[in-house]
Antibody, heavy 120, light 111 residues
């Protein structure tokens, strides 16, 4: 069964960092790029960046440059998204999303989402 | 890079057809065919409904169709059903530093 399993909800204080993991199963991990998308409560979708699980190369939306790091572990078929210097505006559900291939810009398989709450 | 512009809401009766517009610029929708549409039910993850302007993934009903003219893309839902009530987002690759942008979202209500 092809699926993406994300880590559980997190509560962080402003200024802290958070790591969200996303474990892929049921397909060749290195055959498809992985996106990260977030959605603040009651708001729309926002694209954060993309990682090539094969090479580990990344591209980030300019808004998140310097605060986000996406990595992968090919031994466990897991991608990670680290976001630092958290502020209240980062409170959102974070999704990992499998592309249909190598940057086809078709977000075909979504994880269940991870709620990150930033609050003092 | 601002979000692509969609109407906040669209409604229709069962069996009718509705269309949702998605207006971008000459740096995204107007020049690239990487336009997609996503359906999101409350509390659920989005689902890809249309990719590359007008293509449907396997398993998506042929009641959903997409098109593009200039800087504006459109999603049409024909034979509207109660299960189509959801939020819909368009998206596009962009040559700006954002790389990929979503629309503002449209809430579809089945009357």
């Amino acid at each position: 069964q092809v699926q993406l399993e994300q880590s559980g909800a997190e509560v962080k204080k402003p200024g802290a960092s958070v790591r969200v993991s996303c474990k892929a199963s049921g397909y060749s991990f290195t055959s498809s790029y992985m996106h990260w998308v977030r959605q603040a409560p009651g708001q729309g979708l926002e694209w954060m960046g993309i990682i090539n699980p094969s090479a580990g190369s990344t591209s980030y939306a300019q808004k998140f440059q310097g605060r986000v790091t996406m990595t992968r572990d090919t031994s466990t078929n897991t991608v990670y998204m680290d976001l630092s210097s958290l502020r209240s505006e980062d409170t959102a559900v974070y999704y990992c999303v499998r592309d249909a291939g190598k940057i086809l810009w078709q977000l075909v398989l979504w994880g269940q989402g991870t709620l990150v709450t930033v609050s003092s | 890079q601002s979000a692509l512009t969609q109407p906040a809401s669209v409604s229709g009766s069962p069996g009718q057809s509705i269309s949702i517009s998605c207006t971008g610029t000459s740096t995204d929708v107007g020049v690239y065919n990487y336009v997609s549409w996503y359906q999101q039910h409350p509390g659920k993850a989005p689902k890809l409904m249309i990719y590359d302007v007008s293509n449907r993934p396997s398993g998506v009903s042929n009641r959903f169709s997409g098109s593009k003219s200039g800087n504006t893309a459109s999603l049409t839902i024909s034979g509207l059903q109660a299960e189509d009530e959801a939020d819909y987002y368009c998206s596009s690759y962009t040559s700006s530093s954002t790389l990929y942008v979503f629309g503002t979202g449209t809430k579809v209500t089945v009357l």
